[in-house]
């Protein structure tokens, strides 16, 4: 199952994704942590996330591009004497944090065209509905101020839009945060919440 949380800044989407994941069904939670900590405000960013999520169970890895490369246990894995790779699977929850800073990075560091830069998110997001039966995946809605930007910041802008609507048309679930209220935009389809 794929889980799309978005909202826009501090609206509470990074709590409500550690939330979902939390209360996901497994016991093996990877936090993927896609923001380099540049600078001063950065670094107090990623120590707030750290504290948010201290004793929840997390194992964290940082990683700032390249999906696909994601090494975690899988389907077709057995780590365990007894349990099967469709086991740890199940019991897998992956909360990447967040989309926005992934698309960026893969944009204006490993760069290419917006199809090979799309490719390879969607090839990793792919990779991680392999590794694990519930992937919740953080984004940020940064399209609604009207203002005018660079070029190469509409670009973001654009590639970022496209990530978040393909990833929403891929999601069995959509929620939107506002002001720390989550909004259900696309259902699970099975009730559950």
């Not at 090494?71 to 057995?78: A, F, K, N, V």
């Not at 967040?98 to 065209?113: D, K, P, Y």
């Amino acid at each position: 199952m794929i889980h799309l949380i978005t909202g826009g800044s501090a609206s509470g989407k990074s709590a409500y994704g550690e939330q979902m994941a939390v209360e996901a069904k497994g016991r093996l939670r990877y936090y993927l942590a896609t923001m380099r900590p540049w600078g001063e405000e950065g670094r107090a960013r990623v120590a707030r996330h750290r504290q948010q999520r201290m004793g929840k169970g997390f194992f964290t890895m940082e990683v700032y591009r390249n999906l696909e490369n994601v090494m975690l246990p899988g389907r077709t894995l057995e780590t365990e004497p007894g349990v099967s790779g469709a086991e740890l699977w199940e019991n897998t929850v992956v909360l990447l944090e967040c989309m926005s800073n992934l698309v960026a990075n893969e944009l204006f560091e490993a760069g290419g065209t917006d199809e090979e830069i799309a490719g390879r998110i969607q090839r990793g997001v792919r990779h991680l509905q392999d590794c694990a039966g519930t992937v919740i995946v953080v984004t940020n809605e940064v399209f609604s101020d009207g203002c005018f930007y660079e070029a190469e910041t509409m670009r973001y802008i654009r590639l970022l839009g496209r990530m978040n609507r393909e990833l929403a048309a891929m999601a069995d679930r959509v929620t939107e945060v506002v002001y720390g209220i989550a909004i259900s935009v696309k259902p699970a389809g099975d009730g559950s919440w």
